[in-house]
């Protein structure tokens, strides 16, 4: 496992970022550990979780694990807050300094441990100020609790009003954004890849799988696997997802595959990882077969032939379908993934 600076802070995270949205949920306590004890014995030291993630349940599973290998110090501990914890309370959600500064303590208990290294806001929220949440991201980075802050699903002029904000009134940065990424949808390549080579950001692509679609489990024509992401979620893409340029993509990500010898989601993650700016594609195995399979993805190099024809049926910046859909228009932010 590679190990790469996360932005311009200097510390170092691994090439694949262990996404635990799974466990305490569909994947129980136990298996949960094990799983992010084979992650880090494989070198992997970045793990990723949210609040929201089983209305806490997550992070519950994950703080359990590093209390049982003893390794919390080891690894860098990433999670996000912005989402609803509550179904009555209407302050229980979004980015104000009431909600994050309640859960970053709900998290550090639930994940039971001292601090946070890098705490993330998990959607944008156009009815909170930026420099209201800022404040609030420094208060907690002053107080010891959080040592980074970062962002999930931002458009690049977000992120630039969130460095002028920060700069103009002298309060801690953000530091990386977690946006969508993969092979059906490139359009962060137009902005905010750019962005974040300009500024110094890293760039933690989530569902690089794209729901597990480039994994080969869909076939043309075929219903949808019941316990798979699309069956399970369909409002994550499901149906629209499964048309005739997606598997012209996935014919060729197989057909790769074939010839290095290698799974199509070892392909499809060693294409993200391996692109600019890119510090690492969050994996989110559900079961220790999975990861197994994505940890094969670091020893996985694309010659710059096979970068040419994946180019080829997915063009660089464009959507072969779009992954989500947001109007990040001035006075309204709407994010469905």
């Given at each position: 496992?590679?190990?790469?600076s996360?932005?311009?802070?200097g510390?170092?995270?691994s090439?694949?970022c262990?996404?635990?949205?799974m466990f305490?949920?569909?994947?129980e306590?136990?298996?949960?550990a094990?799983?992010?004890?084979?992650?880090?014995?494989?070198?992997g030291?970045?793990?990723d979780?949210?609040?929201?993630?089983?209305?806490?349940?997550?992070e519950e599973?994950?703080?359990?694990?590093?209390?049982?290998?003893?390794?919390?110090?080891?690894?860098?501990l990433?999670?996000?807050?912005?989402?609803?914890?509550?179904?009555?309370?209407?302050n229980a959600?979004?980015n104000?300094?009431?909600?994050?500064?309640?859960?970053?303590d709900?998290?550090?208990?639930?994940?039971?441990?001292?601090?946070i290294?890098?705490?993330?806001?998990?959607?944008?929220d156009?009815?909170?100020?930026?420099?209201e949440?800022?404040r609030?991201l420094?208060?907690?980075?002053?107080?010891?609790?959080?040592?980074?802050?970062?962002?999930?699903?931002?458009?690049?002029?977000?992120?630039v009003?969130a460095l002028?904000?920060a700069?103009?009134l002298g309060?801690?940065?953000?530091?990386?954004?977690q946006?969508p990424?993969?092979l059906l949808?490139?359009?962060?390549?137009?902005?905010?890849?750019p962005f974040?080579?300009?500024?110094?950001f890293g760039?933690?692509?989530?569902s690089p799988?794209?729901?597990?679609?480039?994994?080969?489990?869909?076939?043309r024509?075929?219903e949808?696997p019941e316990?798979?992401?699309y069956?399970?979620?369909?409002?994550?893409?499901?149906?629209?997802?499964?048309?005739?340029?997606?598997?012209?993509?996935?014919?060729?990500?197989?057909s790769?595959a074939?010839?290095?010898?290698?799974?199509?989601?070892?392909?499809?993650?060693?294409w993200?990882?391996?692109?600019p700016?890119?510090?690492?594609p969050i994996?989110?195995?559900?079961?220790?077969?999975?990861?197994?399979d994505?940890?094969?993805?670091?020893?996985?190099?694309l010659?710059?032939?096979?970068?040419?024809?994946l180019n080829?049926?997915?063009?660089?910046?464009?959507?072969?379908?779009?992954?989500?859909?947001?109007?990040?228009?001035?006075?309204l932010?709407?994010?469905v993934?």
């Amino acid at each position: 496992m590679e190990y790469r600076s996360l932005g311009r802070t200097g510390v170092q995270v691994s090439e694949l970022c262990l996404g635990c949205m799974m466990f305490g949920g569909r994947t129980e306590d136990e298996a949960s550990a094990d799983i992010i004890d084979r992650f880090i014995d494989a070198g992997g030291n970045f793990l990723d979780t949210a609040n929201v993630y089983t209305r806490g349940r997550s992070e519950e599973a994950t703080g359990k694990a590093l209390k049982r290998n003893g390794k919390r110090d080891k690894v860098v501990l990433a999670t996000k807050v912005h989402g609803a914890m509550a179904d009555d309370d209407p302050n229980a959600q979004g980015n104000s300094r009431r909600h994050i500064i309640e859960q970053c303590d709900a998290s550090l208990r639930r994940l039971q441990t001292d601090y946070i290294d890098l705490y993330q806001i998990h959607r944008p929220d156009s009815q909170i100020p930026i420099d209201e949440t800022l404040r609030a991201l420094d208060d907690l980075i002053r107080a010891g609790k959080v040592r980074y802050i970062g962002t999930s699903t931002y458009a690049a002029w977000q992120l630039v009003e969130a460095l002028w904000v920060a700069k103009e009134l002298g309060l801690n940065r953000f530091v990386c954004e977690q946006p969508p990424y993969h092979l059906l949808d490139r359009r962060i390549e137009r902005e905010l890849v750019p962005f974040a080579q300009t500024y110094g950001f890293g760039i933690i692509p989530w569902s690089p799988l794209a729901g597990g679609f480039l994994t080969g489990k869909y076939q043309r024509g075929s219903e949808l696997p019941e316990d798979s992401r699309y069956g399970q979620q369909p409002q994550r893409g499901g149906r629209d997802t499964l048309v005739e340029a997606a598997f012209n993509v996935l014919d060729v990500v197989q057909s790769i595959a074939q010839k290095q010898g290698c799974s199509p989601s070892q392909v499809a993650l060693a294409w993200v990882k391996d692109q600019p700016a890119i510090t690492s594609p969050i994996i989110g195995p559900r079961t220790m077969e999975q990861l197994e399979d994505n940890l094969g993805a670091a020893n996985v190099k694309l010659a710059e032939s096979e970068m040419d024809q994946l180019n080829e049926v997915s063009l660089p910046g464009r959507a072969v379908v779009p992954y989500y859909e947001a109007d990040f228009g001035p006075h309204l932010v709407r994010v469905v993934a």
